[in-house]
Every structure is written in structure tokens, then in C-alpha cells.
């Protein structure tokens, strides 16, 4: 008796599971038409990845503009990944955007696509275009999460002991050199581009925010993390090691970042200054900037060491 009613009440919950698990794929096709009529097709062609799952982010400067909405298959000597990016953000898209494929969580290796545009006035990509992107290997991502441990010493007239950015043939030892900045203003958006909070913390929505100065890529200087602020002060100089190198096709970089410590570090702005506001940072002008999140940057060179 007591073995019939184990079996009868064992069936029950299968029944019951199959049931749930029916209902819960019938929602899921109910919803698919909808979230495909709210999206646009996009394919991206990379080298190779690391396994994916379908629902892995596309973001653009922290914010979620898509997903990844089929397996990764191989064509031919690539590998493509069908994405799918929510119509209201299309518009950031054109054919200057980059597409990397990055570790967001070191730890879990949670993967994530970041779209980065630095052309706005570059043609529009079409619905279901196909877009070259680059994977990042997971070791950047261990570089981003000890990022605050790093202990940067320079010293005058000691070698970091670093590759050089570029053999001697290719750079212009007559160039002149940006040495450091210093940042006399930093204010923060009190919201993301997605209207949102920073930190979804109840009490601690404002950012963590540091800086960091990139030369091709290089990193010269980051600062420290100043925490729950929209207005940070940084009242070190960023030295940059090695120095910037003003040439006529130099440029550099000035990320501002949000450090999620458990996380991906949400980009509040990236700004490029160019050759001619590199020179007039030499000439001891100083530069107001602001766009993405940043509502206002206000830089100046540092004087030469020893001058």
C-alpha cells in the first residue's frame, strides 16, 4: 500500500513539472515575437571565441543595448555570432563601431560584447549587417580586477623596465612630450546614458570613479578610485610612464570609469584629444571637455620636471 501511493505521488510531481516546464516554454515562444519585433539583426564575424551562451550582453559604455540571440557556429575559417540589439539603441551603432568580446566577471568568466563607437557621423549599419569583431583574452580581465592593488613608483631617469610602445625607427625622438595632467574638474552625470543609478546599492547610487591615460592602447597613468561621488578629486598629478608622445598622428585617451568590484566596470566617457589639443596643452592652455557621462573634465599639463 504504502509503495503504491509513493509511485501515484512521485508521478503527481512529474506531471506537475512537465506541466510547469510546458507553460513556461509556451510564455517563452508567446514572448519571442515581441522581443524580435523590439530588436534588430546584427552578425558578428570574430577569429574565435570562447564557449558562449545564448543571452550574453552587448553593452555600449556600461548599458545593455543587446544580447547575443543564437549559439555561435563556424563559417568557414570565423566564427559567427547572431546578436540582436534593441531598436531604440540602434542608432548608436554605424560603421565605425568596434566590437570586442571581453571577460565581465573574471571569477565566473562571464563573457560580454562592448560596442564602442568613436565616429558619430559615420554611415548608419543596416539591419542585419555583418560586423568584424576581436576577443580580448580573460587575462585582460584579471589586469581590470587588481587594478586598485597596482603600486605605480616613477622615478626620473629609471627604466620601467616595459616594451617600448614602438621600435626606435618608429618614433620621432624630436617630438615633444606631455609629461603629466592634472585634473582640476571632474563632474559626474548624476544618472548613466539609461536614465538610471550608477549603483543599484540602496544608499550608495553615486559612482566609484577613477581615470585612466592610454597612449595606441598603452596604459600611462591610472589614478586612484574615489569613492560615492559624482564630483572625485584627485590632488596627485597623473604622471604619465612613459610620457605622451605630441607627434602629428598621436592621439590620447582619458577613460573615466565606474569600478564594480564584483562586476564589469561601467565606461562613463571616453574622450580622444588630438594632436592640435595635445599642443595646446603644451602651451599651457586648458582644455574643458565633457560628453557621455561626464557633464564636465577640466585638464592642464604639467609642467616639465625640472623647469
Not at 171 to 186: S, Y
Not at 254 to 282: E, G, K, P, W
Not at 292 to 302: C, D, I, N, P, W
Request: aromatic share 6%; charged share 25%.
Amino acid at each position: 500500500m504504502r509503495r503504491n501511493w509513493l509511485i501515484t505521488a512521485g508521478a503527481l510531481v512529474v506531471l506537475a513539472a512537465l506541466a510547469y516546464l510546458g507553460g513556461a516554454a509556451g510564455v517563452g515562444r508567446a514572448l519571442l515575437p515581441q522581443w524580435r519585433n523590439e530588436t534588430v539583426p546584427l552578425v558578428l564575424r570574430f577569429d574565435e571565441v570562447r564557449p558562449m551562451d545564448v543571452g550574453t550582453i552587448v553593452a555600449c559604455r556600461g548599458v545593455t543595448i543587446g544580447r547575443v540571440s543564437e549559439q555561435p557556429y563556424l563559417d568557414g575559417e570565423e566564427v559567427a555570432v547572431p546578436v540582436r540589439i534593441e531598436k531604440r539603441h540602434w542608432s548608436r551603432l554605424n560603421e565605425s563601431t568596434s566590437f570586442v568580446l571581453a571577460t565581465r566577471n573574471y571569477l565566473t568568466q562571464e563573457q560580454v560584447i562592448e560596442a564602442a563607437t568613436p565616429a558619430a557621423s559615420a554611415p548608419p549599419l543596416e539591419p542585419g549587417a555583418v560586423r568584424r569583431g576581436r576577443m580580448v583574452e580573460p587575462i585582460a580581465a584579471l589586469r581590470e580586477a587588481i587594478k586598485d592593488f597596482r603600486v605605480d613608483v616613477r622615478i626620473p631617469g629609471l627604466s620601467s623596465g616595459e616594451a617600448p610602445a614602438a621600435t626606435a625607427g618608429e618614433v620621432d625622438r624630436d617630438a615633444p612630450t606631455l609629461d603629466g595632467l592634472v585634473i582640476e574638474q571632474l563632474r559626474i552625470s548624476p544618472t548613466n546614458l539609461d536614465g538610471r543609478a550608477w549603483d543599484i546599492e540602496p544608499g550608495f547610487s553615486e559612482p566609484d570613479v577613477f581615470v585612466e591615460v592610454r597612449q595606441s592602447g598603452r596604459l600611462l597613468h591610472a589614478t586612484p578610485t574615489a569613492r560615492d561621488t559624482l564630483e572625485p578629486v584627485y590632488d596627485e598629478p597623473l604622471w604619465l610612464t612613459p610620457p605622451a608622445v605630441v607627434s602629428s598622428e598621436s592621439t590620447l585617451d582619458v577613460y573615466v570609469y565606474d569600478n564594480d568590484y564584483l562586476s564589469y566596470n561601467d565606461t562613463i566617457a571616453r574622450f580622444t584629444l588630438t594632436r592640435s589639443q595635445l599642443a595646446r596643452l603644451l602651451a599651457g592652455e586648458t582644455l574643458n571637455l565633457r560628453g557621455g557621462g561626464v557633464e564636465a573634465l577640466v585638464l592642464r599639463a604639467m609642467p616639465k620636471q625640472g623647469e
